[in-house]
């Protein structure tokens, strides 16, 4: 079945540093990957998106390439603040019948520190 | 619009007890799903629905159950709670225009 891996453990950041948080998939057909983002009390929220190989999602600084060659689709941001401390979710849906159902990464804890 | 409301937000239950997590939405969108939330594991599916009268099971469903008898609502029933279920529970919509899933605020369960 489909399943999405991200980086483990929670990355700490300074403020103004680079981010990276990798996320590999695994999926059967021609998925969809999404970039959600949870803050602290919150439900999740769309960041990004990018629908078919090569396209890249961009959103509040932040992007992400969907890599067909390695099954990747890497969050990253030039510059993060201290506003950006959330929890980063990759996911995906195969869309057609798979519509109402996205697999999840397990979840990246960003903080950023002053 | 509301959007996507969930309905209670945090919830204690001993073990045995019943009870139904409310979703809601304003969107008019075709699709629903219910999400548990755990530590280390990110959001995994419990049932979803494809339209009103029309439900399927996700990743984990033992345990719970579900109706869709509107395009608004989409209950979750827990029919007899276990500590194993204590867990922040997320519903969200999509339209079948789009693969964008829209996300309530959650509701924290606790059973002991």
């Known amino acids: 079945g489909d399943s999405v891996t991200q980086m483990e453990g929670p990355v700490t950041l300074s403020e103004e540093a680079f981010l990276t948080i990798n996320c590999t998939y695994t999926?059967?057909?021609?998925?969809?990957l999404f970039w959600y983002v949870q803050y602290p009390g919150e439900g999740l929220q769309l960041l990004l998106k990018?629908?078919?190989?090569?396209d890249k999602g961009s959103n509040k600084g932040f992007e992400a390439t969907y890599r067909k060659e390695t099954t990747s689709f890497h969050l990253e941001k030039g510059s993060v603040q201290v506003s950006d401390s959330a929890v980063y979710f990759c996911?995906?849906?195969?869309?057609?019948?798979?519509?109402?159902?996205?697999?999840f990464g397990q979840g990246t804890i960003l903080t950023v520190h002053p | 619009n509301a959007g996507v409301t969930q309905t209670p937000k945090f919830q204690v239950l001993k073990t045995g007890q019943s009870m139904t997590l409310q979703c809601a939405q304003d969107m008019n969108h075709e699709y629903m799903s219910w999400y548990r939330q755990d530590p280390g594991m990110g959001l995994r599916l419990i049932h979803y629905?494809?339209?009103?009268?029309?439900?399927d099971q996700g990743e984990v469903p033992n345990g719970y159950n579900v109706s869709r008898s509107t395009t608004e609502d989409f209950p979750l029933r827990l029919l007899s709670a276990a500590p194993s279920q204590t867990s922040v529970y997320f519903c969200?919509?999509?339209?079948?225009?789009?693969?964008?899933?829209?996300f309530g605020p959650g509701t924290r369960l606790t059973v002991l």
């Open positions: 999926a059967t057909g021609y998925p969809s």
């Open positions: 990018a629908t078919k190989a090569d």
């Open positions: 629905s494809v339209g009103a009268g029309i439900t």
């Open positions: 969200a919509t999509q339209t079948g225009t789009t693969d964008t899933q829209y």
């Open positions: 996911a995906l849906s195969e869309g057609g019948t798979s519509y109402g159902k996205l697999t």
